[in-house]
């Protein structure tokens, strides 16, 4: 098990950026497939990016170009970077992790919320027009 606590989340006007930050604790980040999930009200939670165990990295459609992320190993911390926010951004925004290392491929990371196993509490982002 892998405890995930999320941090950096705030209140934003649109076009502004913020950087969230997943912290792992209780094993090494490299071993996992780390995802960044977000939910709207009213809506499924959905992937919006994440990074192998190998470093293969997913973006979901409509935040291409405009999200980044990354990994320190050193710190086992993951990161998203997320730049000229829109309102439609506005979620509780969860970092998850997989343990692949040794068992799947290190180019994968799984697609469904379900095939997530830990969990971090969740960071408010709110991006006002």
């Known amino acids: 098990q892998v405890q995930l606590v999320e941090s950096g989340g705030g209140s934003v006007q649109a076009g502004g950026s913020l950087r969230l930050s997943c912290a792992a604790s209780?094993?090494?980040?490299?071993?996992?497939?780390v995802g960044w999930f977000r939910q709207a009200p009213g809506m499924e939670r959905e992937r919006v990016s994440s990074?192998?165990?190998?470093?293969?990295?997913y973006y979901e459609e409509s935040v291409k170009g405009r999200f980044t992320i990354s990994r320190d190993v050193a710190s086992d911390r993951v990161y998203l970077q997320m730049n000229s926010l829109k309102p439609e951004d506005t979620a509780i925004y969860y970092c998850?992790?997989?343990?692949?290392?040794?068992?799947?491929?290190?180019?994968?990371?799984?697609?469904?919320?379900?095939?997530?196993?830990?969990w971090g509490q969740g960071t408010q982002v709110t991006v006002s027009s």
């Open positions: 990074i192998s165990s190998g470093g293969t990295l």
């Open positions: 209780g094993y090494g980040i490299s071993s996992f497939c």
């Open positions: 998850a992790a997989k343990y692949t290392y040794a068992v799947y491929s290190s180019s994968w990371c799984p697609s469904l919320t379900s095939e997530y196993d830990n």
